[in-house]
């Protein structure tokens, strides 16, 4: 008899998008072949449709995964997003829904007060002065301490 060990995995944070528009192939398959050659243009449509809505919840779910090329894009066709790993590909349309974009500026807001995220670490946008790094008052302190 193998020996079961329990050990308790204690989870913090899990970002995951279940695709519900997902439909079993022989649901869409059992339907009337006329209807189908005649609506296969807007099924195919519908469903680039929805692929991009799903494509927009997983970047919403981690957005640090993608890079945000909305402010450097080298020519008008080039995606405002691209995934680090995958290579998908997002562009901003206007027939996105509206909370996409309300969605975006959530997110930007988010990394304007917090800086950016690359990779594993946190980079803000600081606007230090050379005042911040004046050690003129770092002699007067050793010397007062006694050091």
Known sequence: MPLKIAIP?????????????????????????????????????EKEYVDRLHLWQVFFANPYEWWDNRQSKPYFRYPDFKHKDT?????????????????????????????FRDGSRIQKNHTWKSQDFDCSDD???LYSSGV
């Open 139 to 141: 002699d007067e302190l």
């Open 87 to 115: 290579r998908e590909k997002l562009w901003l349309r206007a027939d996105d829904p509206p909370w996409v974009r309300r969605q975006l500026k959530l997110h930007d807001l988010e990394k304007a007060e917090n800086g």
């Open 9 to 45: 995995i204690h989870v913090t944070d899990l970002n995951y998008v279940l695709d519900q528009n997902r439909r079993h192939q022989d649901k869409e398959n059992s339907s009337d072949k006329s209807s189908t050659i005649s609506t296969s243009d807007e099924m195919l449509l």
